[in-house]
């Protein structure tokens, strides 16, 4: 039997979410990859565990949601990656991040360099520039990219906005949320502009095929192809955010690669980010799509 061509690379951290009473597999480019998964999507995890439990329960997770583990590789000298979760009066995720772990340490390959170059999606996340051999991977790995889907995700104290900018430079498709939007804005002298106005300068400025701003409870936004979309989203009881806009982003590459109009990928991008925040963890059991 042939092995089933890759439609989406995603590259950086896979960890534990660590709660109060329970861990979860998660990590935002593991979390994209396991929802394209279930969406039908043939998608591959780019990453790093430790030679311990965790990596071999992350490992064994991974395949049973259908990613491909063939690039998690398995790092002898640092352990798996956790993050400590804890919820302010908002419900709103707070996150600790353990570090040195293993996804700090991806290393590239002639095997892996080949694949991103056959691979028509390639999804990676801010986190793994924090450390330089993950981030000089993916500068590598970048070259030879095709359509490039950047999703932002500042948790301090790991990026600095040059970096992140960098990695717009080369993008072609971005994701972040609305506190990332407008901090980003403040730094680019863009504070007084309305949202429209802010991603509209931009997805210029940066030259980017689209642009999506997830605002929580208030939908969604999307620029591109010169026009600006919204979507007011759904109303729903919050039980945890994490992983939410993940599925988010899931949803909307999937749609692009079937190239659905603007107005169709916010409905049902912003649909799957709401229902995975009525559950408990990144990447809920159940398929809806």
């Not at 979390?31 to 394209?36: I, K, W």
């Not at 353990?98 to 991103?116: C, H, N, Q, R």
């Not at 901090?183 to 210029?204: C, D, V």
């Not at 993940?246 to 692009?256: P, Y």
């Amino acid at each position: 039997m042939s092995e089933k061509i890759t439609e989406v690379l995603c590259y950086g951290e896979i960890l534990f979410d660590v709660f109060d009473d329970q861990k979860l597999p998660g990590g935002a480019p593991f979390n994209v990859s396991a929802h394209l998964s279930q969406l039908g999507l043939s998608s591959t995890i780019i990453s790093s565990v430790g030679n311990d439990t965790d990596g071999i329960e992350l490992i064994k997770f991974a395949e049973n949601k259908g990613v491909a583990i063939n690039f998690i590789q398995i790092n002898e000298k640092y352990p798996t990656g956790t993050v400590l979760i804890q919820k302010d009066e908002n419900l709103d995720s707070i996150y600790t991040i353990t570090e040195p772990v293993a996804w700090d340490f991806i290393k590239t390959s002639s095997s892996l360099i080949e694949t991103v170059t056959n691979t028509p999606y390639f999804v990676f996340g801010s986190l793994a520039t924090r450390s330089e051999t993950s981030r000089n991977t993916l500068l590598e790995l970048l070259k030879h990219a095709n359509t490039k889907i950047f999703d932002i995700n500042l948790r301090a104290p790991h990026y600095d906005l040059d970096s992140i900018f960098e990695m717009m430079e080369i993008s072609n498709v971005v994701k972040m949320n609305e506190e990332e939007l407008n901090e980003l804005s403040e730094k680019m002298g863009m504070a007084g502009l309305s949202l429209e106005e802010k991603l509209k300068k931009m997805a210029f400025d940066f030259n980017l095929e689209a642009l999506f701003v997830t605002r929580g409870g208030e939908g969604a936004c999307l620029y591109t192809r010169k026009n600006y979309y919204s979507n007011p989203g759904i109303k729903v009881e919050v039980v945890d955010t994490t992983g939410s806009g993940d599925s988010f982003l899931a949803v909307a590459i999937k749609l692009m690669k079937e190239k659905a109009s603007p107005d169709q990928i916010l409905e049902k991008a912003c649909q799957m980010g709401s229902w995975v925040a009525t559950q408990k963890g990144a990447i809920p059991l159940t398929r809806i799509m």
